[in-house]
T-cell receptor, first 114, second 117 residues
Framework: AQSVTQLDSHVSVSEGTPVLLRCNYSSSYSPSLFWYVQHPNKGLQLLLKYTSAATLVKGINGFEAEFKKSETSFHLTKPSAHMSDAAEYFCVVTLDTGFQKLVFGTGTRLLVSP | GAGVSQTPSNKVTEKGKYVELRCDPISGHTALYWYRQSLGQGPEFLIYFQGTGAADDSGLPNDRFFAVRPEGSVSTLKIQRTERGDSAVYLC???????????????FGPGTRLTVL
């Protein structure tokens, strides 16, 4: 069965420093992978998605992620953190069915200090 | 051009009561999904509609949970005989087609926070 593991429940960075949020996936087939962000009292927003095209995926707000099949990873990165990036981030994989039943990781809370 | 909306934003009820949670998807989206997010967890799939029919309800935890989408637009999630363990944020999402794994973005509403006392 498909699943994702987010290796860190919390990540703290200083404004202007790089961000790395780690995600490993488990899938029997070629997966579709996503990163969603959830700001307090707001809905989940799609940051980026991988659907077997380019392995380096660029998303909104300067985020990007690289699909590495050999490592079964899909880590999220950003070169320089901004205060507004503080939020909960979810790595997501789809099940191998005809539609997108999303399977979420447990989330990583990103804290950004001035 | 509005996004997915959910009402109420907060619902407090007593154990044993019946509740209804409403979801208004983005206009023209044929696929609608319900997820449940417990405190400190990621959302978990409950049910998926393609048009008016529930294409997959395998995530519903038990027969106290039921959802409908009679006209293929608005959906209502119904919970009978609520229990304290039902307390969570219930999220609704919609997508344009619902087909083609990974190709169809799901847009989420802000959620309904359900508290069962």
């Amino acid at each position: 069965a498909q699943s994702v593991t987010q290796l860190d429940s919390h990540v703290s960075v200083s404004e202007g420093t790089p961000v790395l949020l780690r995600c490993n996936y488990s899938s029997s087939y070629s997966p579709s992978l996503f990163w969603y962000v959830q700001h307090p009292n707001k809905g989940l927003q799609l940051l980026l998605k991988y659907t077997s095209a380019a392995t380096l995926v660029k998303g909104i707000n300067g985020f990007e992620a690289e699909f590495k099949k050999s490592e079964t990873s899909f880590h999220l990165t950003k070169p320089s953190a901004h205060m507004s990036d503080a939020a909960e981030y979810f790595c997501v994989v789809t099940l191998d069915t005809g539609f997108q039943k999303l399977v979420f990781g447990t989330g990583t809370r990103l804290l950004v200090s001035p | 051009g509005a996004g997915v909306s959910q009402t109420p934003s907060n619902k407090v009820t007593e154990k044993g009561k019946y509740v209804e949670l409403r979801c208004d998807p983005i206009s023209g989206h044929t696929a609608l999904y319900w997820y449940r997010q417990s405190l400190g967890q990621g959302p978990e799939f409950l049910i998926y509609f393609q048009g008016t029919g529930a294409a997959d309800d395998s995530g519903l935890p038990n027969d106290r949970f039921f959802a409908v989408r009679p006209e293929g637009s608005v959906s209502t999630l119904k919970i009978q005989r609520t229990e304290r363990g039902d307390s969570a944020v219930y999220l609704c999402a919609s997508s344009l087609l619902g087909r083609e794994k990974g190709a169809d973005t799901q847009y989420f509403g802000p959620g309904t926070r359900l508290t069962v006392l």
